[in-house]
């Protein structure tokens, strides 16, 4: 009699064999094939250690952990960064340098009729001839003034004022002996010449 699979090793049955020894389970035939076998799975080892960044607030400001992570279970936490310094505020004193307001000169204005009104009227009956003519002189360059600028306004060209512009200027008598008439008057004729050299007179 053949002796059966379990027993034809002494050092036990065969790894085909073995599942079906000692608990009743039928043997499997040793003309059963076997599926390929499962190929392993190897996963790659972590070389080198993850850092993570995370931010905590305390008392209104961000405070920076560093925390680098080594393997599975160990982690090493790094201290936290310096508190970022305290940003300056913009300031105007420091853009602007302070400086100093430069008085300007108010431009003068021609004098008008009024004025050659009050130095006639403040001057005595006796005054002399020159004076006299020096008033009526100035009076009539402010009216040749007077009109050229009503003639600007309304759009018309009248050359008779700037004729009597011209001819005032030539007929210059000199000095009056009163300085304020004197004043009064160059401040007439330099209006008379600006308005003759604009129109090219």
């Known amino acids: 009699m053949s002796a059966s699979p379990c027993e034809a090793r002494a050092d ?8 079906g020894c000692g608990d009743g389970a039928p043997a499997a035939s040793s003309g059963a094939r076997q599926g390929p076998p499962l190929a392993r799975q190897i996963l790659p080892a972590v070389k080198r250690g993850l850092t993570m960044r995370t931010a905590t607030l305390g008392d209104g400001d961000a ?3 560093i925390m680098r992570i080594e393997g599975p279970g160990r982690a090493i936490g790094g201290g936290g960064s310096t508190r970022p310094a305290a940003a300056t505020g913009f300031r105007l004193s420091d853009a602007m340098e302070p400086q100093t307001a430069r008085a300007s000169t108010p431009a003068r204005a021609a004098p008008g009729l009024d004025a050659l009104i009050a130095l006639q009227a403040v001057a005595p009956e006796s005054m002399s001839e020159k004076r006299r003519r020096a008033v009526k002189r100035g009076r009539s360059l402010l009216d040749a003034l007077d009109g050229m600028k009503l003639a600007l306004v309304q759009g018309t060209n009248d050359p008779s004022d700037l004729r009597r512009l011209v001819a005032g200027l030539r007929d210059r008598p000199g000095g009056t002996g009163d300085a304020g008439l004197d004043e009064v008057i160059a401040a007439i004729e330099l209006r008379a010449e600006v308005e003759i050299a604009k129109r090219g007179g």
Do not use: C, I, K, N
């Open 12 to 19: 036990g049955p065969s790894p085909a064999f073995r599942g």
């Open 63 to 65: 405070r920076g952990t």
